[in-house]
């Protein structure tokens, strides 16, 4: 665990955004699915309140810093990682690589008609990828297997669930094993951004770790989901360093 850093006792990867998409792109090699989450420092904070939730986390072959807070911590942990590498540009990067490739690709999530939107732009900025499947993520849980069995028949090999946290890592913990695709990434809100219905920040607030507050000029009722970050700051500070780094 050299190249992780234990955050509240979830262990985090400690690549950039072009080394994680080159370990995303090894998984293709591999006859079994591999997990990738990308968590912020709400999502690390609900994963220490949920044991359960944690295991779902630190169950995934790849777990990156999706958040400047993340990033942060492990400056202060002596374990720092380099930069943020969030869900939505790590996809990026990966569709960027298999675009033109034998490699196709399957959404699932957001309201319906948003995952076909997207689609839409995708092929306007990448017209040679291979997108075979689109499935809102609005379902029962009596429907699981339908779209397990949809998902597989489409013969994708890279899955992007956006059902947001921590409903995403749910359902792939619980239908992960039934899944033939090679790459099931939990990326939130990320198709949304794809579709055009959600705007993400500038890049000048992205680079500078200043997109939480962009969010919260745009939507200043999103106070009270931005007040897990100064606890989360708080509680790496009072219990970051009790969790012991390999």
Request: net charge positive; charged share 25%.
């Amino acid at each position: 665990m050299k190249d992780k850093v234990n955050i509240l006792g979830v262990n985090v990867d400690m690549l950039n955004i072009q080394q994680s998409a080159d370990r995303i792109m090894q998984f293709f090699n591999e006859d079994k699915l591999h997990k990738v989450y990308t968590p912020n420092s709400e999502i690390i904070m609900a994963a220490y309140k949920d044991p359960e939730f944690k295991n779902m986390l630190n169950n995934a072959d790849l777990l990156t810093a999706d958040g400047i807070g993340v990033v942060y911590a492990s400056k202060f942990l002596k374990k720092p990682i380099a930069e943020r590498a969030a869900g939505y540009d790590i996809a990026c990067e990966v569709l960027k690589r298999i675009n033109g490739t034998s490699h196709s690709l399957f959404l699932f999530g957001g309201k319906p008609g948003v995952a076909e939107t997207a689609k839409e732009k995708l092929l306007e900025q990448y017209p040679d990828l291979k997108i075979v499947g689109c499935r809102n993520g609005y379902f029962k849980d009596e429907e699981d297997a339908d779209i397990v069995k949809e998902i597989n028949s489409s013969g994708a090999d890279l899955l992007f669930v956006c059902l947001g946290a921590p409903k995403q890592e749910k359902w792939l913990a619980k239908n992960g094993d039934f899944l033939g695709v090679r790459v099931a990434m939990g990326i939130g809100g990320s198709l949304d951004v794809f579709a055009g219905t959600a705007e993400r920040a500038p890049e000048f607030y992205c680079k500078h770790g200043l997109e939480w507050f962009y969010r919260l000029m745009k939507e200043p009722k999103r106070i009270g989901r931005q007040m897990a970050l100064p606890k989360f700051a708080a509680t790496v500070l009072v219990h970051g360093k009790k969790f012991k780094q390999d």
